[in-house]
């Protein structure tokens, strides 16, 4: 059976070749080309569990259709949203929330008459813009079973996580880029259901940590973005998600590190082209002002945020004396020196210094973080004619656990 046609300009996936065949002994041509996942977080993996995602060399998702009549019903909710004709306002906004959907795909070798076995849904990789992506799949619902599951199924899941009837949410996986070792820490399923309402918060707060610092930006815009799916749950009445999940993306490799120092001051490692953090190079926000330290030439440069129109520079002349230097913008554009402060006025002291002079601006934080959040898993989708009030119950739940991080 030949593929379906790929999106016009696909990136090339960066998935490692981990593996040259499948559980059931088949070959790299079954394959045609296509390799394991290499930063799947959660859920089925190829070549341990019976099915699994793979990477298209197109660059797209290809995950493997489950055994009846979850299979079928996941297919059904993808063709229906993104059916050419759908003229239905729910599904047409829902569409924002999950990853783009090609349609099927299945190996050109495999037999006539294809099963589940040998078909995949093909999906956006919403992780290849990304250099250095981290990733955290985040199960939302009061319940991980759907209304047809037995007595032993609700029981078999209940244990696994008792907290998320309470929370309406299950942290299933992560990983996470670390600046300073130019590496990823991992986590499974089994740190997620060691979390509780004590740990919780710093359990989800583990995944914006980079090693330096905790990366706020990505979290105000994680809310942001679970805010704009809340909305989306509150104003239908159509679907109802069990065992579905959020899945959390943002770069580890930003172009500006920042960490907070106990003294309050924001300190932010800029990159160099190569991806490494310069040593001698550091700029420090204090309140408002940025300062840009060379250790190498020994220039000190204070510049105050994006909309101001003055510039502060400080310069180290000699080992004994450093100057500050006031510009003013000009209306044409141009800086024009109005000031300058020796040591002897700064008494030795530039940061405390420094926060007097700026203390009557407005605080300056960094531009949020480019942050993908989508809707994933929809193997147990079902129609229904009310809220879902489990998925809203997990979703202020987590946007809580952010907002609490957030303002720690």
């Not at 759908?86 to 906004?93: K, N």
């Not at 004396?321 to 913008?329: A, F, N, R």
């Not at 530039?350 to 994933?376: D, G, N, W, Y």
Request: contains cysteine; proline residues 5%; glycine residues 8%.
């Amino acid at each position: 059976m030949a593929t379906t046609q790929a999106p016009r300009g696909a990136e090339p996936g960066e998935a490692e070749r981990l593996s040259e065949g499948d559980e059931d002994g088949g070959t790299a041509g079954l394959l045609s080309g296509c390799v394991p996942l290499s930063h799947q977080v959660a859920g089925h993996m190829y070549g341990k569990d019976k099915g699994g995602i793979l990477q298209h060399p197109d660059g797209t998702v290809l995950k493997q259709l489950q055994p009846p009549p979850r299979g079928p019903r996941e297919l059904e909710f993808y063709n229906k949203v993104y059916a050419p004709t759908c003229g239905d306002s729910v599904f047409l906004e829902l569409r924002k929330f999950l990853p783009k959907y090609y349609g099927t795909w299945s190996p050109p070798t495999a037999p006539n008459g294809t099963n589940a076995k040998h078909l995949y849904l093909k999906l956006e990789d919403v992780t290849h813009r990304f250099k250095k992506p981290c990733i955290m799949d985040v199960k939302i619902g009061q319940k991980s079973y759907d209304p047809y599951a037995s007595a032993e199924k609700i029981k078999q899941q209940v244990s696994k996580y008792p907290l998320m009837e309470e929370i309406g949410f299950l942290v299933l996986g992560m990983r996470v880029y670390h600046v300073h070792s130019d590496s990823y820490e991992t986590q499974n399923q089994h740190y997620g259901r060691g979390l509780t309402k004590e740990t919780i918060k710093d359990g989800v707060a583990r995944f914006f940590f980079n090693g330096y610092v905790l990366r706020k930006d990505a979290i105000a815009a994680s809310i942001q973005k679970i805010r704009e799916i809340l909305q989306w749950f509150e104003s239908q009445k159509q679907l109802n998600f069990y065992a579905s999940s959020l899945l959390f993306v943002y770069d580890g490799l930003s172009s500006v590190t920042t960490t907070w120092l106990s003294t309050g001051t924001l300190v932010e490692k800029r990159r160099a082209s190569n991806g490494q953090v310069p040593s001698g190079d550091t700029l420090e926000y204090n309140n408002n002002i940025h300062v840009i330290k060379n250790t190498e030439n020994g220039k000190v440069e204070t510049t105050v945020g994006k909309g101001f129109s003055k510039m502060y520079a400080l310069r180290k002349r000699h080992q004994s004396q450093i100057s500050l230097k006031v510009e003013t913008m000009e209306p044409d554009n141009t800086w024009k020196s109005s000031a300058c402060f020796s040591q002897k006025h700064l008494n030795g002291n530039v940061i405390p210094q420094l926060e007097k002079v700026f203390c009557h601006m407005p605080t300056t934080l960094p531009e949020s973080a480019e942050v993908e959040i989508r809707m994933i898993d929809f193997a147990h989708v079902f129609p229904s004619n009310a809220r879902d009030e489990g998925y809203i119950h997990g979703l202020k739940n987590l946007i809580t656990v952010l907002q609490n991080i957030l303002d720690t």
